[in-house]
């Protein structure tokens, strides 16, 4: 065994877990560098900035518009519950989370809103976000993003990140791939040593 070669080893295993904990980062409820996102849209004040009664024919929407007029939070609250809606949706490489802005999603002057995570989608590789399609399979029935006045810009923007993230999960893979054989190589080295071993680790550190 030779003691030369535990350095490149532990380099090699630590870049290895490295980017394991990458692309698996904040995909899981509770789990580890929930923060670690690619997009996080923040729908909390959907309702109150963009709800527009006047050109929509939802009896509901209506009703709602009347019906709410406490504070500001209240508010935000408010239309969050009804519309059945989350205060922000993250986009990760595997998947996407979504919950709410705790304990407000306004910032005031005692506390600043921190996010808690309440759901989050099942992991595929090539996850595609498309948060028009996930608001609307929670909207109540009778209403659409269109009542809501979903701007068109979001589609754009999502479609930018989803050849990006696509883009990342394949560099992120063979990255995994290539240490995953230099870690090979390495444990030979250390197992074996001897000039076949030396290059064998020069060659897949290249």
């Not at 065994?1 to 980062?25: G, K, V």
């Not at 009664?53 to 935000?76: G, R």
């Not at 705790?102 to 948060?131: A, G």
């Amino acid at each position: 065994m030779r003691l030369t070669a535990l350095f490149p080893l532990l380099c090699t295993l630590t870049a290895f877990i490295l980017a394991l904990l990458c692309i698996f980062a904040g995909s899981k409820k509770g789990g580890y560098i929930e923060q670690a996102d690619i997009l996080t849209l923040n729908t909390s004040m959907l309702g109150r900035l963009t709800l527009n009664t006047s050109q929509t024919s939802s009896s509901f929407l209506n009703s709602l518009a009347e019906d709410i007029t406490d504070s500001v939070n209240d508010v935000i609250d408010s239309v969050a519950d009804e519309l059945n809606i989350h205060d922000f949706y993250s986009a990760h490489l595997l998947n996407y989370c979504e919950g709410y802005y705790t304990p407000s999603p306004v910032s005031n002057s005692t506390s600043d809103p921190t996010k808690n995570i309440t759901k989050c989608s099942e992991r595929s590789s090539m996850f595609h976000f498309d948060p028009s399609a996930i608001i609307q399979d929670e909207l109540k029935p009778g209403i659409s993003l269109a009542d809501l006045e979903w701007p068109d810009t979001i589609k754009d923007a999502v479609r930018a990140v989803e050849i990006a993230s696509r883009a990342m999960f394949v560099m992120y893979c063979v990255g995994v791939a290539a240490t995953g054989l230099a870690l090979i190589g390495a444990f030979y080295g250390v197992v074996k040593g001897g000039r076949i071993a030396f290059l064998l680790n020069n060659f897949l550190a290249l």
